[in-house]
């Protein structure tokens, strides 16, 4: 069983940046693939961006590729989102979630875990 808890979501301004911290339970932490997800009022819940368990692999959605960077901390149990450029369409809540190796790691079914998620609001 593995336990996610989100912070550092917030109110920032268009153009703004913050950086989103999941922490992790669990002594197996660097066997889970991290991703981060975000759903936006009134639209289903969309992959952002993951990454590997050794850190090794990362992969991000096109909306956010080359203004978000995942990183993570294996000796925290941490994984991380820096979010740079933020844009109003950025507003959601985003969700940290883990799984096993196996399959897309873009694919929201896959994951086992979720976190109960960290409101992020960018105001234009």
């Not at 932490?29 to 368990?53: H, L, N, T």
């Not at 809540?93 to 790691?105: D, L, N, T």
Request: proline share 2%; net charge positive.
């Amino acid at each position: 069983q593995v336990q996610l808890v989100e912070s550092g979501g917030g109110l920032v301004q268009a153009g703004g940046s913050l950086r989103l911290s999941c922490a992790a339970s669990g002594r197996t932490f660097s066997s889970y693939d991290m991703g981060w997800f975000r759903q936006a009022p009134g639209k289903e819940r969309e992959f952002v961006a993951v990454i590997s368990g050794s850190g090794g692999r990362t992969y991000y959605a096109d909306s956010v590729k080359g203004r978000f960077t995942i990183s993570r901390a294996n000796a925290k149990n941490q994984v991380y989102l820096q979010m740079n450029s933020l844009k109003p369409e950025d507003t959601a809540v985003y969700y940290c979630a883990a799984r096993h190796a196996g399959g897309s790691m873009q694919y929201l079914g896959s994951y086992d875990y979720w976190g109960q998620g960290t409101q992020v609001t960018v105001s234009s």
